[in-house]
């Protein structure tokens, strides 16, 4: 019997590897071997195959059988694996022919009665495929709306094995109607109708925070609110997502891409547009917050969050070392994970929104009076915000409680009076960028800051006067000149001036040195 092969990918982050599964069925004592580093779970194949082969009439030989994914010094994770090990054996054995599989990719997990599960990762793992110059591709059922997102592949779904080796040409008697079943647990569950976001007319009073909001919406910023209890941070933070564009084709594919990776993606309404939300609990590790795990680093909440909202509420409470992963993400917009069977690389370009008390008790604000914190109490609360942290916000602001504010939520402005000015505001960006490798005002670098992109002579001037008085740092100084490059744009200037700077300066506050 000669040598069957046929294809599958192997995912690492959002990257895939083409990988060669080939097989061998010789005489001899019957063994199935599987090698290629398959992790256990990879290994666990041999008997799904096994046992789901027996199921449909077409039971694997009592032979010596060997199977290979090549690169062998790849790793191979997950049972997205079983359909292609199990195809590639029975073509081994004459079920089909080996002609017939050789150039088609195969996806999907196996049960024991053959029926095909569906599995995570299919739109990255068929993008990689595409790359690769795959053409046709066999997916679960379940993964048919997924697969049918990526233009230029052929998708043939299929509900179980038979189903498969009959469009590969085996003579397989078509299996009884079997009852239905439980959705498996990876499955999306199906789409419900998406609630209405909260609007910015809820918010009471709150107008600087309310315009740090558009700020950092119409130029990408990061933001930070601090006020006692109550002041309406959080209502703010949770709104930010409604008034932000909807994405474009390469930042919908990327999160939609993350989405499926990690299993939470629904492919019934296309991709993703709308800006993702990510609110983790103060008691995320590290690992839940930049990625982690076993085998390949799975995405965390920074790269769910890619292309829209990291909002850390109680952010002191959080682990230093969490807030302190985020320093790097921050300033690439990627997040790269080194584990011992390989690097998994994903995009982290989020905005991230902290909200913050005065203190443990929430009571230290104003003269403070009715604060019960001792004085170190609240230097070790403040300082948990570390200083390379906070110099990576564009905007620190103090939100003063409600009970000072007057006015009620009766003619406030809606969020899609503020969401028609932030997409104003990004139109003349993505003008003014159309030639640049970058859209948004914050990812200008800062050597484009002081030549291309330099203010006016008097806001500069304004700049370096703060920056010699010790009110900024270096890289204050360029956050100030990109917030001041976003509030010209909402303001339909065609450069800063120095009243843009001067506001940017405010919204910014004093740098820690």
Same mark, same amino acid.
């Given at each position: ?39 256990? $779970? ?36 997950? $049972? ?22 050789? !150039? ?118 990061? *933001? *930070? ?35 499926? *990776? ?95 008390? !005065? ?30 942290? @906070? ?23 809606? $969020? ?40 006016? !002579? ?31 744009? *909402? ?13 940017? @300066? ?8």
């Amino acid at each position: 019997m000669e040598v069957a092969r046929t294809l599958s990918i192997a995912l690492a982050g959002l990257e895939g590897t083409l990988v060669e599964i080939e097989a061998d069925v010789s005489p001899g004592l019957p063994v199935f071997s599987l090698v290629g580093l398959p992790d256990s $779970s990879t290994l666990q194949s041999r008997d799904r195959v096994r046992a789901a082969a027996a199921q449909i009439g077409a039971s694997l030989a009592q032979r010596r059988i060997t199977v290979n994914m090549s690169p062998a010094w790849i790793a191979k994770s997950g $049972s997205g694996f079983d359909l292609g090990i199990a195809v590639a054996v029975l073509a081994a054995q004459g079920v089909i022919p080996a002609a017939a599989i050789a !150039p088609v990719l195969h996806l999907g997990e196996l049960s024991l009665d053959g029926l095909l599960r569906p599995v995570p990762g299919i739109l990255p793992a068929l993008l990689a495929a595409r790359a690769a110059g795959v053409r046709t591709v066999v997916v679960p059922d379940s993964n048919a709306a997924e697969a049918q997102l990526v233009d230029g592949i052929r998708v043939i779904a299929a509900p179980d094995l038979a189903a498969v080796l009959r469009a590969h040409g085996a003579r397989i008697p078509l299996t009884p109607p079997r009852p239905a079943q439980a959705p498996a647990a990876d499955a999306p569950t199906p789409a419900a109708e998406p609630p209405s976001p909260p609007d910015f007319r809820d918010v009471i009073g709150q107008h600087q925070a309310r315009f740090a909001a558009e700020v950092a919406a119409a130029g990408g910023h990061h *933001l *930070l609110l601090q006020g006692p209890p109550g002041a309406g941070k959080t209502m703010i933070a949770s709104r930010l997502p409604g008034i932000l564009p909807q994405l474009e084709a390469e930042d919908a594919l990327a999160v939609s891409a993350i989405r499926s *990776l990690s299993g939470r993606f629904d492919a019934r309404g296309g991709l993703i547009r709308t800006p993702p939300f990510e609110s983790p609990h103060h008691t995320a590790t590290a690992s839940a917050m930049v990625g982690g795990g076993s085998g390949i680093a799975r995405p965390g909440a920074i790269s769910r969050a890619h292309a829209g909202v990291l909002f850390l509420d109680e952010a002191p409470e959080f682990d230093r070392a969490v807030l302190e992963a985020l320093r790097e993400p921050l300033e690439t917009g990627d997040v790269t994970l080194h584990r011992a069977k390989g690097v998994a690389r994903y995009p982290a370009r989020f905005q991230l929104v902290l909200a913050a008390n !005065p203190c443990p008790c929430g009571k230290g604000w104003g003269s403070g009076k009715d604060c019960s914190c001792t004085p170190m109490q609240r230097r070790r609360y403040v300082s948990r915000l570390s200083g390379p942290v @906070l110099d990576r916000i564009d905007m620190r602001l103090q939100v003063p409680p409600s009970a000072v504010q007057s006015g009620s939520a009766e003619g406030a402005e809606c $969020s899609a009076s503020i969401a028609e000015r932030v997409r104003t505001a990004r139109a003349r960006q993505q003008e003014r960028f159309a030639a640049h490798p970058w859209s948004l005002n914050s990812q200008i670098p800062g050597p484009q800051l002081r030549g291309r992109f330099a203010p006016e !002579p008097q806001a500069a001037r304004l700049l370096e006067h703060a920056l010699g008085r010790g009110r900024l740092t270096l890289r204050g100084h360029d956050r100030v000149m990109r917030l001041a490059w976003t509030l010209a744009d *909402l303001s339909g200037s065609p450069r800063p001036t120095a009243d843009h700077v001067g506001r940017a @300066l405010t919204l910014r506050g004093e740098d820690q040195r």
